[in-house]
């Protein structure tokens, strides 16, 4: 990203704020230094949990062979043998997400407690702004490895059965002990979301807002709303773009931009697609269309189907047909 300090500006309203935002180089200042050094131990696994995903290549071959041959021990001790460290490494995954929900939370407890509006906030303590960016980038590059491979839960699928099966016959397999029923459970319902990263986000900032009664719901979804600005801006503005010295800055800021509308549509009560939402969708779903379709298909489909206002009657009929 080189120097690049990003700029944002509010077209809608006469005088909003304009101030540079920095994604590459900002550091914690010492008010920011306790939030940001909590986060950032859970950031620094981020990069080896996208990489283990990126490896798994499942027990599908193992699984049939045991499958067709029901009666042929060895080969369902074989099928075990291979499934057992994958559902440890699906567990390990599962856990990273519950640390990242507590780094989300953490973050958004400082972007918008008082006395400074969110706006402000992001002005000022810009480390923790480019930390909440990078959570929401791991979030959707995630997801989008999740939804393109199916040996995930065909692995736990088979892993369930035969831990149920051998319940009935009385016996007990050694990986009960990593992987018991509560969190079989847990799990199952996790890796049963088609972005279940990302849904874990927007249940944490739902949960957010409804415990933090006080705090007025705009201050979250301004948060939001001027992070999605921010990332648009970027995007669509020649000068900007020029001055990007890495390819993967654009996705990063795709990516980024796409993870705080969804979570905003989550938040707020009318959501990111009615005419009163802060969001220039029309902005940031053209800014998507304009890149090559092979790195934007997964992050469009992500505004298809894991918002929660697109089908609304606010929606408009223009915003749809762009997102058909």
């Not at 909590?38 to 699984?63: F, H």
């Not at 972007?111 to 992001?122: A, G, S």
């Not at 088609?194 to 719901?217: R, Y």
Request: with cysteine; charged share 25%.
């Amino acid at each position: 990203m080189g120097n690049l300090l990003k700029v944002l500006t509010y077209n809608e309203l006469e005088q909003g704020p304009n101030f540079f935002l920095d994604f590459e180089n900002a550091q914690p200042t010492e008010a920011e230094t306790a939030v940001w050094n909590q986060v950032n131990a859970v950031l620094e696994e981020s990069q080896g949990v996208l990489a283990e995903l990126q490896s798994y290549t499942g027990a599908g071959q193992e699984i049939r062979e045991a499958i067709q041959n029901p009666g042929d021990l060895r080969l369902q001790e074989r099928a075990w043998s291979a499934v057992c460290p994958l559902v440890a490494k699906l567990k390990r995954f599962y856990e990273f997400s519950l640390r990242l929900e507590n780094a989300l939370r953490s973050l958004l407890e400082a972007l918008t407690c008082p006395p400074y509006p969110p706006t402000q906030h992001l002005e000022r303590e810009q480390a923790l702004a480019k930390q909440f960016a990078e959570i929401l980038h791991f979030t959707l590059s995630f997801d989008e490895l999740k939804m393109t491979n199916p040996a995930i839960q065909n692995d736990f699928s088979y892993y369930r059965r035969t831990i149920s099966r051998n319940r009935i016959n009385n016996l007990q397999l050694d990986a009960e002990s990593e992987v018991n029923n509560e969190m079989a459970n847990r799990m199952s319902l996790f890796y049963a979301e088609a972005t279940p990263m990302l849904k874990t986000l927007s249940n944490a900032t739902t949960k957010f807002v409804s415990e933090n009664k006080t705090l007025p719901i705009e201050d979250t979804t301004d948060c939001l709303s001027t992070m999605a600005c921010v990332c648009r801006v970027m995007l669509e503005t020649p000068e900007y773009r020029s001055r990007f010295t890495n390819t993967e800055t654009l996705l990063f800021c795709m990516r980024v931009m796409v993870g705080v509308i969804i979570l905003y549509d989550h938040v707020h009560p009318v959501g990111a697609f009615a005419k009163t939402s802060k969001i220039d969708m029309k902005g940031c779903i053209k800014v998507l269309k304009d890149q090559p379709s092979t790195s934007t298909e997964g992050l469009l489909n992500a505004l298809r189907y894991t918002t929660r206002h697109l089908n609304d009657d606010t929606t408009s009929k223009q915003i749809r047909a762009l997102l058909q």
